[in-house]
């Protein structure tokens, strides 16, 4: 299959973000978990779930990867919490999924097939973020991103 993309020497922030948000941007409050990875292009991938029910997948595409660091420390940071407060008492470690960031997104959705072992196609959601805030540990919120060219 022949790679068309780009050299990443030749994307500007306009092309990028044509790529990117093709879908009308909204805003969404979403509780990110700290369950996340780097794509091979190095975008950050984060499972959250919209309204506590929907998981989802946020992705900190591009340029917008570098802001999340923060995302990404402080969801490392509460997992840790976590674990170590369990460890004093005794306890096991605290399910992932009980562990949530609420962060407040602006970005746009975009939809995305798997098919299992058994040739059933599933369908997962993935928010592109755009810009995002949230509060850290002293209570100041915290903001990153930027809104997407028109």
């Known amino acids: 299959m022949q790679n068309r993309r780009r ?14 948000f093709k879908k009308d941007v909204g805003q969404f409050r979403i509780s ?14 984060v499972r959250g779930y919209l309204n506590d029910k929907q998981e989802v997948f946020v992705i900190f595409a591009g340029r917008r990867a570098k802001n999340a660091l923060a995302v990404e420390k402080r969801l490392q940071t509460l997992l840790s919490h976590a674990t170590q407060s369990a460890a004093k008492v005794g306890a096991r470690s605290p399910d992932i999924n009980a562990i949530r960031l609420p962060v407040h997104v ?42 997407p060219f028109s």
């Open 106 to 147: 602006e970005g746009a959705w975009r939809s995305r097939f798997q098919r299992d072992v058994s040739g059933w196609d599933h369908r997962s959601y993935q928010l592109l973020a755009s810009r995002w805030a949230f509060s850290d540990a002293d209570g100041v919120t915290n903001l990153g991103g930027r809104p």
């Open 7 to 20: 050299a990443p020497n030749q994307i500007s922030p306009q092309s990028e973000d044509r790529g990117l």
């Open 32 to 45: 990110l978990v700290p369950h996340f990875k780097r794509s091979s292009r190095g975008d950050l991938v």
